[in-house]
């Protein structure tokens, strides 16, 4: 091993980036004794990355042209505060060698490869050049300067079809096309240059042979200034939507030692071949014990925390030793594969809406007490690394990920049950993500018996959306625990009212008693049904009886709820007992001698009942109109659930009538329009069209005809 270098002295990093990545960063940093400086732009200044941080700059607006793209905001801010070196993370700035360039110019440290490495790489036409040249294999195909339609054309008949055409600058699986022949080729070509010029101002193609049923295997590479390198085997990223990655693991399942190993030399050759330095991953398709080179990241990957498990080593603390001129720690004979790991990417999506990002507040977040963040625990083997809390927005303007959850076993079998539990007591509320289908993906039989390929979930589709299905039984059941949460919510709710009522003929503030108001109640009066959605709507009557005990009552399924201990009888059948204890928002049940529990998660109009059945959601309709048969005058309309002022239709000083629609609010994709509960006046509104609003804010005020 060569280990001659200068090195350079690393006390103060700056982070160029944000959300997960940057607290990652900030942890490995305070664990080598290393101050951080954290950016941040105007939505992030309450961020978890800039309250981990030593110190915190912030550089501009939210749209990342104007905050984490800026180069020059960020070398400014770098010298500002000292910082000798910039890691730039994943994403954003991490793969553009003018930046890399910018900050040795400006006698800072990029915690990353030299410029030159990052140019080789980072078209994908050039790269394939480049590997051809170290005769690393690549998927057959042409990657030629001609890009005329004629020439492609040609190229696509040369490969034979099915070709998938991909602009060489892309990226986050933007730019392709599958061609399956002549017919309609032009209109291909001219999507994928449309769609490359867009995204990444470049519409140069490239032709591939599109294998029909590949592995995305990639290998985790690390080289170090004096010239020494090694790689930390693979992860298998087959698992993809919109041909990008939500599964991986390490090492890949079914895979043999000698192509293990051709695998990890061939990765280090092309990595040599371009002189690289620093934490490199290289992207191969494996089809039928072949493999060829599709391109290779420049910078540390989101998925790298399960090589860092396999392998017990810190890649980030592996990145600052190597930019400071530190050789290798050690050497490719005393890597070892130790167990297995799984990273299932927690995103802010909606896996029934073809995966589109989802934005807005996190209510709830979640997941197993015994989860580490960002370091090793082999004990658990439950890592969840995220730059998120409850409470905190997803944001429009950046990636959608909330947080990856990282497991260890000693073996793939226990890391899956492993993932598997800790999926089920993962929960977001707030917005729609993809926790549960994860849950279910990750629990198919497919996925234990390790049939990866690229294809997995649209193979699987049906698969995972009627994994977990509950029986009619057990989604009744927890139609029980979401109506009772809801019926003792409800008791709750007019206790205080009442309580309210009270302090506002006490009190002599005339606006004391709006803002102590929790607003709308979820319903009116004991004797009213309980509402879900589900998504069909279920109307549940809940009584107390003289005895003290409860009749619950279904379209056709009467169930009677016992006091004190609550036990409840299936009158129809007779044959289901069940009692409840509630618990905060625990609810025990026992049928007959069979013990359950579940737990109710109450956000907005969400209502979530997990068991070991399984997990129901259930929307509640919204009740948007006072009755008049309530007794009191509300002076001020709350938000219902959190969601966007989407229409404001009066003033101040306008006469409203009873039922008059005043605003409409939008919220888990439905609308709902605020009525005047009576007759009045408006006095104040304190939102505009376009804002976000929480559960409960007061949206106007008015006052009541009578009272006026
Ligand atoms: P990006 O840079 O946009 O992520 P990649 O070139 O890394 O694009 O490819 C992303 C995914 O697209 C791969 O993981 C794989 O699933 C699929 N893919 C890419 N090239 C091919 C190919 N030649 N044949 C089949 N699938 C491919």
Redesign the pocket.
């Known amino acids: 091993m060569k280990t001659a270098t200068n090195k350079k002295t690393i006390s103060k990093i700056l982070i160029a980036n944000r959300g997960e990545i940057a607290c990652r960063i900030i942890h490995t940093a305070k664990k080598m004794g290393i101050k951080t400086v954290a950016v941040y732009s105007t939505v992030d200044n309450n961020a978890k990355h800039v309250q981990l941080a030593d110190e915190a700059i912030w550089i501009g607006e939210a749209a990342p042209k104007e905050s984490y793209l800026r180069a020059d905001k960020i070398i400014q801010a770098a010298k500002d505060s000292g910082a000798q070196a910039i890691h730039p993370g994943y994403g954003f700035l991490s793969e553009n060698a003018d930046f890399s360039k910018l900050c040795n110019d400006n006698q800072l440290i990029f915690i990353g490869p030299p410029a030159s490495a990052i140019e080789a790489m980072g078209l994908?036409a050039e790269a394939k050049i480049r590997m051809e040249a170290a005769n690393v294999p690549l998927?057959p195909g042409y990657h030629g300067e001609d890009q005329s339609v004629e020439r492609l054309k040609q190229a696509c008949i040369d490969i034979g079809f099915p070709v998938?055409l991909?602009a060489s600058a892309?990226?986050?699986?933007?730019?392709?096309r599958v061609v399956e022949s002549l017919e309609g080729i032009e209109d291909a070509i001219a999507g994928a240059q449309r769609e490359g010029l867009n995204s990444f101002g470049d519409s140069h193609l490239l032709a591939?042979?599109?294998?029909a049923r590949?592995r995305?295997i990639e290998i985790q590479l690390f080289c170090d200034q004096q010239g020494n390198g090694v790689y930390l085997f693979e992860r298998d990223?087959s698992i993809?939507r919109r041909?990008?990655k939500i599964v991986e693991e390490a090492p890949a399942p079914n895979f043999p030692e000698k192509v293990r190993k051709a695998m990890g030399e061939a990765a280090l050759q092309a990595a040599h071949a371009i002189g690289y330095v620093g934490a490199g991953t290289v992207?191969f398709?494996y089809e039928n014990d072949e493999f060829y080179f599709?391109?290779m990241n420049t910078r540390l990957q989101v998925e790298h925390p399960i090589s860092e498990y396999i392998t017990g080593q810190d890649l980030v603390a592996w990145q600052i030793k190597v930019a400071a001129g530190e050789p290798l720690p050690i050497s490719q004979d005393e890597l070892k594969i130790n167990g297995h790991a799984i990273e299932v990417r927690l995103y802010a999506e909606d896996a029934n809406n073809d995966f589109l990002p989802t934005a807005g507040k996190i209510n709830q977040f979640i997941y197993p007490k015994e989860s580490s963040h960002f370091s090793l625990d082999y004990d658990h083997g439950i890592r969840m690394d995220t730059g998120v809390s409850s409470g905190d927005n997803v944001s429009p303007f950046y990636d959608p990920m909330v947080a990856k959850l990282i497991v260890w076993g000693e073996d793939r079998d226990i890391a899956i049950r492993k993932l598997k539990n800790a999926l089920h007591q993962t929960h977001i509320t707030g917005l729609i993500s993809n926790v549960r289908y994860l849950e279910k993906l990750v629990s198919l039989e497919s996925f234990s018996q390790a049939q990866l390929d690229?294809h997995f979930v649209e193979d699987n589709a049906e698969a995972i959306k009627t994994s977990g299905t509950l029986t009619e039984h057990q989604q009744r059941l927890h139609q029980i625990f979401a109506a009772w949460y809801l019926y003792q919510q409800r008791l709750k709710s007019e206790d205080e009212q009442k309580e309210n009522r009270k302090d506002k003929i006490q009190s002599n503030d005339v606006r004391s008693p709006w803002g102590m108001k929790t607003g709308w109640r979820l319903n009116s009066g004991h004797g009213d049904p309980i509402r879900l959605l589900a998504p069909e709507e279920i109307s549940i009557q809940i009584r107390p009886l003289p005895s003290g005990s409860y009749s619950i009552l279904f379209a056709e399924h009467n169930y009677i709820l016992q006091a004190p201990n609550i036990s409840i009888s299936d009158s129809t059948s007779n044959q289901q007992m069940l009692t409840l204890t509630i618990k905060g928002s625990d609810v025990q049940a026992n049928i007959l001698d069979q013990s359950i529990k579940a737990q109710v998660l109450h956000s907005a109009d969400n209502i979530q009942v997990h068991s070991h059945y399984g997990t129901s959601e259930f929307i509640q309709p919204p009740r948007l109109t006072m009755s008049d048969s309530e007794e009191e005058n509300d002076h001020g309309l709350h938000a219902p659930m959190n969601g966007c002022l989407t229409e404001v239709r009066v003033q101040s000083g306008d006469e409203v009538k009873a039922g008059d629609i005043l605003v409409i609010m939008e919220a888990m994709k439905m609308e709902h329009s605020i009525k005047a509960p009576h007759d009045g006046c408006i006095a104040e509104i304190f939102f505009n069209q376009g804002d976000l609003i929480d559960e409960g804010r007061e949206i106007l005020s008015f006052v009541d005809e009578n009272e006026a």
């Open positions: 994908k998927v998938l991909k892309g990226g986050g699986g933007k730019g392709m591939e042979k599109y294998l590949p995305h990223c993809q041909h990008q992207e398709l599709m391109e690229t």
